[in-house]
């Protein structure tokens, strides 16, 4: 679970959001692809974010998101 940011934090724009989520996500499920265990090279979003993109709700959460191997890619 994240930790809350301080009251006197400056927001951070959407692709630093992005970065952070990704090392997140590195970080709690190791550096291994989650189907077949090679190292990790990319992240996957599991559904499209479509073309909103970076502003896409979907972007943003954890369990839309795959460490893979470039095979697996």
Request: net charge positive.
């Amino acid at each position: 679970m994240a930790t809350p940011a301080p009251a006197d934090a400056k927001p951070i724009g959407p692709l630093a959001r992005y970065r952070r989520l990704l090392v997140q996500i590195r970080h709690e499920r190791g550096e291994r692809c989650e189907v077949c265990g090679a190292p990790a090279r990319a992240c996957h979003h599991v559904n499209a974010v479509g073309i909103q993109g970076i502003a896409s709700a979907l972007t943003f959460e954890p369990s839309n998101l795959l460490l893979i191997c470039s095979h697996c890619h």
